[in-house]
């Protein structure tokens, strides 16, 4: 430990080198593992999704044609208790 320090040597700072490159390369690998080997998707963007998007519920469908005006409201109002009854979606108070 004295050979370095002596006769002007770097002294035994030196020995932080190794430690500051280790931090710096395990922080790349960190930052690749979370953005480029995750197949290009930032950590902000979560998981990737197993299979296709969920089907739509029909009472979203509904929703959906009425405001695309494919169907008015009487129909819309008509079907949409059609739906309420087969599916129970939303509450009328429940059984007492």
């Given amino acids: 430990m004295n050979t370095l320090a002596l006769h ?3 002294g035994p700072w030196i020995f932080l080198f190794p430690l ?3 931090a710096v ?3 790349v690998v960190t930052v690749l593992r979370r953005t480029v ?3 290009r998707r930032g950590p902000w963007q979560g998981p990737p999704m197993q299979g296709g998007p969920a089907e739509p519920s029909p009472i ?3 929703g959906r ?5 494919e169907i008015d409201e009487d129909e ?3 079907r949409l208790s059609v739906l309420d009854e087969q599916f129970g979606t939303r509450g ?3 059984p007492a």
């Fill in 76 to 78: 819309y109002w008509r």
């Fill in 8 to 10: 002007g040597g770097p």
């Fill in 60 to 62: 979203t469908m509904l």
């Fill in 92 to 94: 009328k108070g429940g």
């Fill in 37 to 39: 080997w995750r197949g």
């Fill in 20 to 22: 500051v490159w280790a």
């Fill in 25 to 27: 390369v395990i922080t």
């Fill in 65 to 69: 044609r009425f405001a695309d005006g």
